[in-house]
């Protein structure tokens, strides 16, 4: 049995004006679905990015699979290298500047191949990574400061999350958040206000949510020194802190007064990075996202690798719909050092591209699909609907920084901003 045909689909889903350091969500965010079809039927699902770029590199690559054996992992990694003009560099050592794109454009397809192996095994993908280390892989509040409606959606009814300028009002959303999904622990998007405004905010929490570990992800928005000054400020509040600033040898400065363990999924962010942030001491957390680190065995690998050098890990999230969820949820449940609860940004999408809408987290967690595969299927009229969105949205690149100009006009959205 071969791969027959190879489909990528661009698609849009509706997203709330999220604010980060950048700016603020466009009303639509983008992915790609892949489809990975065998000569005898059988359909394996990937997800990723939906941007031109990733488009183009996914387009390109899918004709030359066709033939391939889903089994055959490696001739899949060479055929992506060969996208990007390094056949050869499947025996190298990963480049110091790291390898987003081609590892992003492996990871699409790597996850479709592993669901097509569990289809043809009739095991689900996470037996086909080594087997359950847990039942369910546990997901935390994903807190973020946000308008109440779009600047450009006046007809468009705001959504149930409402406005989110205020300590209080953040309380409510985490209450929301805790009450509808069962979060047992916290994280907090920064980088938009005033730090110690933010710091405020963490604190309003602490009170309202007592014993829940906290997060606050700046992503890179403040200085070494701004860091410096805050870092008191944190003591008894956070379980780790995420990407105070924009660069390794920034985080590296940081490690040497920080009082918590920092995070990542700014800095660390490829294989290639790590002898470097092993060598400052820069990172005790990685939050792998496998769509960037090379699919779900390269975040099983990144696992193993934070073991040899006592470094945590957990995983990044972006605007995703299900098949990215399920992928996410059977390499949890895979990975025995998964330490933290992880990210997600599922609660806020209200579109869904799966059979059977969308899945339940409860407890703050949620278990690998049943079924053989990512144990999900994709619902075709819906995948025709988010594509027509895609067709007729007129974004084809996120950019958070444009949005906010809509609302302020001189916004740069640099960075450091504090
Ligand atoms: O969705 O605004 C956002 C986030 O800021 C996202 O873009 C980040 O990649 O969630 C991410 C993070 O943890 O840094
Ligand atoms: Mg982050």
């Known amino acids: 049995m071969r791969i027959a045909d190879v489909r990528v689909t661009a698609i849009a889903f509706r997203d709330p004006p999220l604010l980060n350091v950048s700016g603020v969500h466009e009303p639509w965010a983008l992915r790609s679905i892949i489809e990975v079809e065998t000569d005898n039927g059988l359909v394996g699902l990937g997800e990723s990015y939906g941007e031109d770029e990733t488009l183009a590199n996914l387009n390109a690559i899918a004709p030359t699979l066709v033939g391939l054996d889903p089994f055959d992992l490696n001739t899949l990694t060479r055929a992506v290298y060969a996208r990007f003009g390094d056949e050869g560099d499947v025996q190298k050592t990963f480049p110091p500047q790291g390898d987003k794109a081609r590892a992003s454009a492996l990871a699409a397809f790597e996850v479709a191949f592993l669901d097509l192996q569990g289809r043809l095994t009739g095991r689900p993908v996470y037996e086909i990574l080594g087997g359950l280390a847990r039942e369910r892989v546990s997901y935390s509040a994903y807190l973020f400061y946000k308008f109440a409606r779009h600047r450009d959606d006046p007809g468009y009814a705001p959504d149930p999350w409402g406005e989110a300028l205020t300590h209080e009002q953040m309380v409510a959303q985490a209450r929301r958040m805790v009450d509808l999904y069962g979060f047992g622990s916290i994280k907090l998007k920064a980088g938009v206000f005033e730090p110690d405004f933010e710091v405020e905010t963490l604190r309003a929490l602490r009170e309202a949510f007592p014993g829940y570990p906290l997060r606050i ?39 040497k007064f920080s009082t918590h363990p920092l995070a990542t999924n700014m800095v660390t962010i490829a294989f290639g990075h790590i002898p470097e942030t092993v060598r400052l001491n820069a990172v005790q957390v990685i939050l792998s996202d496998h769509h960037y680190w090379g699919g779900l065995r390269a975040t099983q690998q990144l696992a193993h690798i934070g073991r040899v050098f006592g470094i945590g890990v957990s995983m990044h999230s972006n605007s995703h719909l299900g098949i990215s969820l399920a992928a996410m949820t059977h390499v949890g449940a895979a990975i025995p050092n998964l330490a933290y609860a992880c990210d997600t940004h599922y609660p806020w999408q209200e579109d869904e591209v799966i059979e059977g809408g969308k899945m339940r987290i409860e407890n703050g967690s949620l278990a690998p699909p049943p079924g053989p595969g990512l144990g999900v299927t994709l619902d075709r009229r819906e995948l025709a609907r988010l594509h027509e969105n895609w067709r007729t949205c007129g974004i084809r690149k996120r950019d958070d920084a444009k949005e906010m100009r809509k609302y302020q006009p001189d916004w740069s959205g640099r960075r450091p901003r504090f």
């Open 217 to 255: 992800d700046p992503n890179g928005g403040w200085t070494v020194e701004t860091t410096r000054r805050l870092m008191p400020k944190f003591a008894g509040l956070l379980e780790y802190l995420e990407d105070p600033v924009n660069s390794l040898a920034e985080m590296g400065e940081v490690a």
